[in-house]
């Protein structure tokens, strides 16, 4: 590297390199401008928190950075001390790092300097302290990490509040009344709101409106808030509000055992649990190394049930993006019956049709039962080819979806790239960039398919997009299913616990909703340091105000059907 | 005196046998498009509630008496109440000048099937269906809600646009026939129905008219998927329901006024032969009309506000003015 | 006294009442809904007079569209929603003075006009009443050419908001 500032990270199990947090800017500039990285996929924070004295306790932020191109990462760590942890934002650089720098000061509580908007993003503001915080307990806190210990022991049951020296834990900030609280009145939103208003002007002086579009909405498909400023119908800023959902997924994960956390994240992205399982598995034997390598059939298997999972997603995705145009659930119920064919499918294999916790360690958890690859067979060579098709017929070609759709919520390949958009999203504004075949994955490289591409970015390409991608799905399982090997579908036994050596890993698949990775940290306890998600649906909504201002009220919605999210994974 | 007597009781009857008709009307147009919207979306559709679901619509409405009805702390009461009632007066009253059926002999009386017959039935049917928007507007305004007021705002200007195309869609009728009575228009398509004369005609008039009763692709102020629920946001209970009641009520209404401009009324075969066939006709008409309604609104997209307004200015109102002047031209050179 | 003139009091005196709300509410969607009721009044008293045409022309016109639109403007136009304390200003007692003067004068002048106190003479009833009144606004010894100044004055009128309300370039 050409920085003397950089120096290479030396602990064993990591990779990459550590910088001041003074010269980020200078170097991931460069490596933006001069190397091509352009493309950050992740910008997450740990907290390296010890009890040894000899050691020293810090946060370490961490950048993933890859090039649109293609190719391996280049990890980017920024140390900085638990006592006053500021670091410079990226937000200039990369307008991707918004909501993800936003999420680390939430959750973590660090400091992004520069940062335009640093508010709490999946909190709410009567929430004191920053949960992800290694020191930090939760109201009826009870012990670090599971399996926690019997609350009966010798046949009595004791209330952990009054065991240990926390207590209900239930705490507010300083001047907050809980009772005098009301959401609405949210002065940083409206602020911000009114700031980004500002920059827009018309002749004529108009009143703008704020409407709030949510949380409780029949479109924003679940509880997500977009605090709206009109001049009419028109757009003139709009704030994307969430946390409505927000469980602290990775707090439960850093306390759950790593097996417990595979059906855990099925409840991420809901609707293709498959694909998340997927991620998270490749993560941990990325950690675990070779003698987890999974066998033949189990790679077959997995590649199919993402490739299944990507279809069911996108015909749900295509069925509620139709809805959000206005059609009156005609399209969506025929396109979920289909998706139901494919529940039909996971149903029979791992036994739950849409948690299906299905992946393991090195393999699947269940072979295929008899009698299923017929029926997968005949869906995918003769069913679904023929459904797509009519979908398309009858749909691409309407002249009110092409009226609403085309010209609407573009999205320029720069700023798509900028914004760190992965997925659809980023494939429909003509960026071929698909991580199946970018760093390729599992056994993706054996398979013959196109990444599919579209050049307009607009709310109609990225509904092709979907229809394209599933026919490349198609391609593949077909020839999954042809070669679909016999034998082991799990190597070694189905294990209860499993040791994970200490280290880091970042594993990454391509979600149907886009780039889905898990960063994990280990430090050889039975439970994961660290355990993030990079969730496609959360930072794709980044781009969201840039895609909508400017536009009338019905495209917003349209434009959020066409990123396609769930609230599952943005609120995590 | 003695006729005179005779006359308001035919009147009286006839009015409650027309208001029943649209209130059963109403219930029983929810429950066919719930059963053909079902049919059309791979479902069954309501069918437990009585045999093949047919009490379904006497549940809902009991269901929704008994709803506790909410007005919100800001919203302007009286205006509040007065909007739901004044969208369903212009639905009751639009359909007095239609007539159902040719006269019938009945106590030594000759009865017409068909409350009245004016010479200006078509400003008739206009007029009311131009204060039916207040409804929507009042309703909007008062709820206190920015959806609401949106709602009002996007049906009030969408109804006052789609107007004038539909008064130019009445025109040509009025043109062929040579008058303004229903009666008269109808008696003109004893041959041959206007539709097959006047397709263009036709077209502009069942798309005005679904812009006028704001059915899907036009049901801008109750844009779900943007509005939430439009105008009618803040209304539950019985109050919500009389918004629905104008809805479909008016939808049969405008059916019927298809049916009688564009596919001869209550005219069919063996009509003049059996008058009371006459209202069985126009049933038929009205109930294929409702379904292409609902057939569209399983099918197509919404259109965007602006989009359609383009439309309603930009296409439909210069193709009707078109429209009307080659038909009167037509008619004058070649002396129809 | 007959049924009809009983009727024809009942909604006069309703329609007068309805315009003295309009200018006495300080609340201006009520004086807004007592207009409509005044201009409904009006198009009763027109089918009274068997002249169905203005009737419905009077509510299409008045009320569907006037009315409505200062509705519009009431609403859109928001702060005025609230009851205004006060609707008198210090001109208020001349202005009335004026107004009785002039309304009397008008009386006066009209009763002594002789057509005001002579019957019309009824229309033949072998002819109808929209073509009689269709042929009078088209043919040259009827009213042709107030129609037209109308229908020009009203395109005028349609151009002028157009020309107001088109967005100016360049600014």
Redesign the interface.
Known sequence: MRFSALKRDERAGYEGHIVPASSLLEVAKALRDEDGFDLLSSVTAVDYLTDNEEEESFFEVVYHLYKSTGGGAEVLRVQVPRENPVVPSLVELYPGADFQEREAWDLMGIKFEGHPDLRRILMWEGFAGHPLRKDWKEVYFEEEAKPFGNRWPGGQVYRVEDQNPYGKNNQYPDGFDPESWVETEDPLLYENLEKAAREYTEDIDTEQVVVNLGPQHPSTHGVFRMAVRLDGETIVALKPVMGYLHRNHEKIGERNTYIMNMPFTDRLDYLASMSNNFGYALAVEKLMGDKVAPPERAEYLRVIMAELTRISNHLWAIGFLLNDLGAFFTPALYAIEERELILDIFEATAGSRMMCNYFRFGGVARDLPAGILPRMKDLVNERLPRKIDELDLYLSENELVRSRGEGVGIITPEDAIAFSATGPVLRASGVPYDIRRADPYSIYDRFKFDVAVRYHGDVYDRYMIRVDEMRQSLRILKQALKDLPEGEILTGHNPYQVRVPAGEAYGRVEGPKGELGYYIVSNGKPSPWRYHVRAPSFINLTILEKMCVGQKVADVVVNLGSIDIVLGEVDR | MQIETALLIEWVVKSTILIFALLTGFAYTTFYERRL?AL????IGPNRTGPFGFLQPAADGLKLIFKEELIPANA?KF?FI?APILTVIPALIIMAVVPWGGAIELFGRQIALGLTD???AI??L??????S??GI??AG?SSDN??AM?GGLRS?AQM?SY?LSLGLAFVVPILLAGS?SLNQIIEAQRGVWFIFYQPIAALVFYIAMLAEVNR??F?MPE??????AGYHTEYSGMKFSLFFMGEYMKMIAVSAIFATLFLGGYRGPFVDTYPLLGPLYLFLKVFLSLGLMIWI???????????LMAFGWKILLPLSILNVFVTAVIIVVFGL | MTPIQLVFLFVAFATLWAAFMVVTRNNLVHAALFLVIALFGVAVLFVMLEAGFLAVIQVLVYIGAIAILMIFAVMLTRGDVDDIPDITNRYAGWVGLVAVLFFSSLVILMAQWPSFTALAKPILSSRDTIVELGTALVSPNGYVIPFEVASVMLLAALIGALVVARPRKGK
């Open positions: 919207l059309i979306q791979v479902r302007y205006v007065l004016i010479n200006v400003l008739y206009l007029s009311v269906a131009s204060i928007v207040y507007v009042l305004w920015k959806y949106m009030s006052l107007e303004m899907a692709p049901d844009a779900e998927q943007e509005l939430t609104r399983a099918t197509l997209p919404r259109l965007r506000y602006d989009r």
